[in-house]
Protein backbone atom coordinates (compact mmCIF):
# COMPACT_ATOMS: atom_id res chain seq x y z
CA UNK A 1 0.00 0.00 0.00
CA UNK A 2 1.30 3.19 -1.10
CA UNK A 3 1.22 6.64 1.45
CA UNK A 4 -1.75 7.89 2.65
CA UNK A 5 -2.36 11.16 -0.42
CA UNK A 6 -2.70 14.54 1.79
CA UNK A 7 -6.18 16.37 1.72
CA UNK A 8 -6.27 19.80 0.00
CA UNK A 9 -5.03 22.51 2.18
CA UNK A 10 -7.18 24.78 3.79
CA UNK A 11 -9.78 21.99 4.86
CA UNK A 12 -10.67 20.14 8.26
CA UNK A 13 -8.97 17.07 6.74
CA UNK A 14 -5.51 18.95 5.68
CA UNK A 15 -5.61 20.20 9.97
CA UNK A 16 -6.60 16.36 10.80
CA UNK A 17 -3.85 14.99 8.19
CA UNK A 18 -0.88 17.41 9.21
CA UNK A 19 -1.56 16.91 13.17
CA UNK A 20 -0.81 13.27 12.34
CA UNK A 21 1.82 13.19 10.55
CA UNK A 22 3.93 16.27 11.41
CA UNK A 23 7.32 15.60 13.38
CA UNK A 24 7.63 18.87 15.04
CA UNK A 25 6.25 18.50 19.17
CA UNK A 26 5.31 22.38 18.88
CA UNK A 27 2.80 21.90 15.98
CA UNK A 28 1.55 18.58 16.99
CA UNK A 29 0.66 20.23 20.18
CA UNK A 30 -0.26 23.48 19.68
CA UNK A 31 -1.66 23.62 15.82
CA UNK A 32 -3.29 26.72 13.90
CA UNK A 33 -7.21 26.93 14.54
CA UNK A 34 -9.08 24.08 11.85
CA UNK A 35 -10.24 25.93 8.94
CA UNK A 36 -13.99 25.92 8.49
CA UNK A 37 -14.16 24.42 5.30
CA UNK A 38 -14.50 20.29 4.77
CA UNK A 39 -13.49 18.29 1.46
CA UNK A 40 -15.90 17.59 -0.66
CA UNK A 41 -15.79 13.86 -1.92
CA UNK A 42 -12.81 12.72 -0.54
CA UNK A 43 -12.20 9.03 -0.13
CA UNK A 44 -11.27 7.17 2.83
CA UNK A 45 -7.80 7.58 4.49
CA UNK A 46 -6.42 5.13 6.66
CA UNK A 47 -2.85 6.28 8.47
CA UNK A 48 -1.08 3.43 9.93
CA UNK A 49 1.65 5.29 11.75
CA UNK A 50 2.15 9.16 13.18
CA UNK A 51 5.03 11.42 12.81
CA UNK A 52 6.77 11.07 15.56
CA UNK A 53 8.72 14.74 16.87
CA UNK A 54 12.59 14.17 18.42
CA UNK A 55 11.43 14.78 21.33
CA UNK A 56 9.30 11.51 22.22
CA UNK A 57 11.19 8.25 22.66
CA UNK A 58 9.03 6.02 21.53
CA UNK A 59 10.18 2.13 22.39
CA UNK A 60 8.13 -1.11 21.27
CA UNK A 61 7.87 -1.95 24.54
CA UNK A 62 8.03 0.74 27.75
CA UNK A 63 9.22 -0.24 30.97
CA UNK A 64 6.83 -0.75 33.69
CA UNK A 65 5.48 2.26 35.21
CA UNK A 66 6.08 2.93 39.01
CA UNK A 67 3.00 1.99 41.21
CA UNK A 68 1.10 4.71 42.25
CA UNK A 69 2.78 4.36 46.28
CA UNK A 70 5.39 5.80 45.00
CA UNK A 71 4.55 9.09 43.77
CA UNK A 72 6.32 10.23 46.97
CA UNK A 73 8.95 10.32 44.48
CA UNK A 74 9.50 13.08 41.98
CA UNK A 75 11.23 10.27 39.49
CA UNK A 76 8.04 8.40 39.90
CA UNK A 77 5.87 11.28 39.49
CA UNK A 78 7.52 12.39 35.77
CA UNK A 79 7.26 8.78 34.28
CA UNK A 80 3.81 9.07 35.16
CA UNK A 81 3.31 12.18 33.52
CA UNK A 82 5.35 11.03 30.64
CA UNK A 83 3.17 8.41 29.55
CA UNK A 84 -0.23 10.17 30.04
CA UNK A 85 1.18 12.71 28.40
CA UNK A 86 1.64 10.43 24.78
CA UNK A 87 -1.70 8.91 26.08
CA UNK A 88 -3.40 12.25 25.34
CA UNK A 89 -1.70 12.65 22.57
CA UNK A 90 -2.56 9.52 20.50
CA UNK A 91 -5.92 10.43 21.51
CA UNK A 92 -5.67 13.79 19.63
CA UNK A 93 -4.26 12.18 16.54
CA UNK A 94 -6.62 9.08 16.58
CA UNK A 95 -9.41 11.28 16.67
CA UNK A 96 -8.07 13.02 13.98
CA UNK A 97 -7.29 9.47 12.39
CA UNK A 98 -11.14 8.54 12.17
CA UNK A 99 -11.96 11.95 11.24
CA UNK A 100 -9.76 10.87 7.92
CA UNK A 101 -10.99 7.35 8.10
CA UNK A 102 -14.39 7.94 7.78
CA UNK A 103 -15.26 10.67 5.34
CA UNK A 104 -18.75 9.32 4.51
CA UNK A 105 -20.19 9.38 8.77
CA UNK A 106 -22.10 12.06 9.53
CA UNK A 107 -20.43 15.81 9.31
CA UNK A 108 -21.82 16.30 13.16
CA UNK A 109 -19.95 13.14 14.18
CA UNK A 110 -16.73 14.57 12.45
CA UNK A 111 -17.25 17.64 13.66
CA UNK A 112 -17.00 16.18 17.43
CA UNK A 113 -14.14 14.36 16.80
CA UNK A 114 -12.20 17.50 15.21
CA UNK A 115 -13.48 19.32 18.86
CA UNK A 116 -11.97 16.15 20.81
CA UNK A 117 -9.05 15.98 19.19
CA UNK A 118 -8.38 19.84 20.03
CA UNK A 119 -8.74 19.05 24.05
CA UNK A 120 -7.18 16.16 23.92
CA UNK A 121 -4.47 17.95 23.38
CA UNK A 122 -4.72 20.56 25.69
CA UNK A 123 -5.10 17.45 28.28
CA UNK A 124 -1.61 16.49 26.51
CA UNK A 125 -0.19 20.46 27.43
CA UNK A 126 -1.35 20.16 30.82
CA UNK A 127 0.71 17.05 31.26
CA UNK A 128 3.15 18.36 29.57
CA UNK A 129 3.53 21.74 31.55
CA UNK A 130 3.82 19.80 34.40
CA UNK A 131 6.34 17.58 33.88
CA UNK A 132 8.80 20.52 32.78
CA UNK A 133 7.65 22.13 36.22
CA UNK A 134 9.07 19.07 37.65
CA UNK A 135 12.20 19.94 35.62
CA UNK A 136 11.94 16.97 33.08
CA UNK A 137 11.92 16.91 29.54
CA UNK A 138 9.87 14.24 27.90
CA UNK A 139 12.89 12.71 25.68
CA UNK A 140 14.15 10.92 28.89
CA UNK A 141 10.99 8.95 29.47
CA UNK A 142 10.14 6.09 27.32
CA UNK A 143 7.19 5.53 26.00
CA UNK A 144 4.48 3.61 23.70
CA UNK A 145 2.12 3.59 20.72
CA UNK A 146 -0.16 1.58 22.25
CA UNK A 147 -3.37 3.01 21.37
CA UNK A 148 -1.89 3.35 17.58
CA UNK A 149 -0.71 -0.26 17.29
CA UNK A 150 -4.48 -1.12 18.33
CA UNK A 151 -6.81 1.96 17.61
CA UNK A 152 -6.24 1.34 13.49
CA UNK A 153 -7.68 -2.06 13.21
CA UNK A 154 -11.54 -0.17 13.71
CA UNK A 155 -13.09 -0.99 10.35
CA UNK A 156 -16.13 1.57 11.20
CA UNK A 157 -17.59 4.41 13.18
CA UNK A 158 -19.17 1.86 15.68
CA UNK A 159 -16.27 0.01 16.37
CA UNK A 160 -13.85 3.17 16.57
CA UNK A 161 -16.53 4.63 19.53
CA UNK A 162 -16.48 1.32 20.80
CA UNK A 163 -12.65 1.30 21.78
CA UNK A 164 -11.77 4.75 21.59
CA UNK A 165 -14.51 6.21 23.66
CA UNK A 166 -16.28 3.18 25.85
CA UNK A 167 -13.09 1.45 26.27
CA UNK A 168 -9.86 3.61 26.47
CA UNK A 169 -11.78 6.70 27.27
CA UNK A 170 -14.08 5.04 29.90
CA UNK A 171 -10.98 3.41 31.29
CA UNK A 172 -9.44 6.46 32.06
CA UNK A 173 -12.58 7.68 34.09
CA UNK A 174 -11.90 4.70 36.27
CA UNK A 175 -7.85 5.55 36.77
CA UNK A 176 -8.36 9.30 36.73
CA UNK A 177 -9.21 9.41 40.32
CA UNK A 178 -7.02 6.89 41.76
CA UNK A 179 -4.30 9.23 39.72
CA UNK A 180 -5.67 11.93 41.62
CA UNK A 181 -5.08 10.67 45.00
CA UNK A 182 -1.73 8.87 44.25
CA UNK A 183 -0.37 12.34 43.49
CA UNK A 184 -2.19 14.34 46.67
CA UNK A 185 -0.28 11.64 48.64
CA UNK A 186 2.87 11.61 47.07
CA UNK A 187 2.51 15.68 47.87
CA UNK A 188 1.77 17.10 44.22
CA UNK A 189 -1.54 19.15 44.81
CA UNK A 190 -0.93 20.34 41.35
CA UNK A 191 -0.50 17.34 39.57
CA UNK A 192 -4.14 16.49 41.15
CA UNK A 193 -5.73 19.17 40.25
CA UNK A 194 -4.47 18.11 36.36
CA UNK A 195 -5.63 14.58 36.56
CA UNK A 196 -8.76 15.59 38.49
CA UNK A 197 -9.26 18.18 35.47
CA UNK A 198 -9.31 16.07 32.69
CA UNK A 199 -10.96 13.20 34.12
CA UNK A 200 -14.43 15.54 34.38
CA UNK A 201 -13.67 16.69 31.25
CA UNK A 202 -13.42 13.39 29.31
CA UNK A 203 -16.51 12.26 30.93
CA UNK A 204 -17.94 14.15 27.56
CA UNK A 205 -15.87 12.44 25.62
CA UNK A 206 -17.75 9.21 26.84
CA UNK A 207 -20.61 10.46 26.71
CA UNK A 208 -19.91 11.17 22.58
CA UNK A 209 -19.05 7.84 22.11
CA UNK A 210 -22.34 6.41 24.12
CA UNK A 211 -24.42 8.69 21.71
CA UNK A 212 -22.99 7.78 18.60
CA UNK A 213 -22.90 3.79 19.44
CA UNK A 214 -26.36 3.90 19.99
CA UNK A 215 -26.80 6.05 16.90
CA UNK A 216 -24.70 3.76 15.27
CA UNK A 217 -25.60 0.40 16.32
CA UNK A 218 -29.37 0.95 17.84
CA UNK A 219 -27.94 0.41 21.75
CA UNK A 220 -25.41 0.54 23.79
CA UNK A 221 -25.33 -2.88 25.23
CA UNK A 222 -22.44 -4.75 27.41
CA UNK A 223 -22.36 -8.39 24.72
CA UNK A 224 -22.52 -5.81 21.63
CA UNK A 225 -19.96 -3.41 22.68
CA UNK A 226 -17.87 -6.38 24.02
CA UNK A 227 -18.02 -7.81 20.30
CA UNK A 228 -17.03 -4.83 18.81
CA UNK A 229 -13.89 -4.32 20.60
CA UNK A 230 -10.63 -5.80 17.95
CA UNK A 231 -9.21 -8.95 19.66
CA UNK A 232 -7.99 -10.51 21.63
CA UNK A 233 -8.85 -6.96 23.50
CA UNK A 234 -11.37 -7.33 26.49
CA UNK A 235 -13.49 -5.38 28.60
CA UNK A 236 -11.22 -6.45 31.19
CA UNK A 237 -8.38 -3.99 29.52
CA UNK A 238 -10.37 -1.05 29.93
CA UNK A 239 -11.31 -0.86 33.66
CA UNK A 240 -10.06 0.14 36.96
CA UNK A 241 -10.83 -1.06 40.75
CA UNK A 242 -12.96 -0.28 42.03
CA UNK A 243 -15.19 0.76 38.40
CA UNK A 244 -15.98 4.66 38.28
CA UNK A 245 -19.79 4.01 38.52
CA UNK A 246 -21.05 7.39 38.91
CA UNK A 247 -18.73 9.16 36.37
CA UNK A 248 -19.62 6.03 34.25
CA UNK A 249 -23.29 6.92 34.47
CA UNK A 250 -22.97 10.58 33.96
CA UNK A 251 -21.42 9.83 30.79
CA UNK A 252 -24.58 8.02 29.73
CA UNK A 253 -23.95 4.34 30.65
CA UNK A 254 -26.91 2.83 31.97
CA UNK A 255 -27.24 0.62 35.25
CA UNK A 256 -27.47 -2.38 33.12
CA UNK A 257 -24.36 -2.15 31.02
CA UNK A 258 -22.13 -1.14 34.41
CA UNK A 259 -23.80 -4.11 36.34
CA UNK A 260 -22.42 -6.64 33.34
CA UNK A 261 -19.28 -4.55 33.02
CA UNK A 262 -18.37 -5.19 37.01
CA UNK A 263 -19.10 -8.41 36.71
CA UNK A 264 -16.85 -9.30 33.69
CA UNK A 265 -14.29 -8.06 35.16
CA UNK A 266 -14.67 -9.74 39.06
CA UNK A 267 -14.08 -12.70 37.06
CA UNK A 268 -17.51 -14.10 36.34
CA UNK A 269 -17.88 -12.84 32.47
CA UNK A 270 -21.95 -13.55 32.79
Given at each position: ??????????????????????????R???????????????????????????????????????????????S????W???????????????????????????????????????????????????????????????????????P???N???????????????????????????????????????????????????????????????????????R??????????????????????????????????????G???
Open positions: MGPVQPPPPGTRERWAFDLIHTCSLAKLDPPPPPALWEVGGGPRRITRPGRPAELCVVPRAPRLPRLGALGQGARVRLATLHHHELQAAELFAWALLAFPRAPRSFRSGLLALAREELEHARLYRAHLLAHGAELVDYPVRDWFWERVQCRPAAFVSLMGLGLEGGNLDHGERLAEAFERGGDLAGAAVCRRIAHEEEAHVRFAVRWLRRFAGRVDFDDWRGLPSPLSPTLFTGRPLARRARARAGLDEAFLARLEAWCASGT
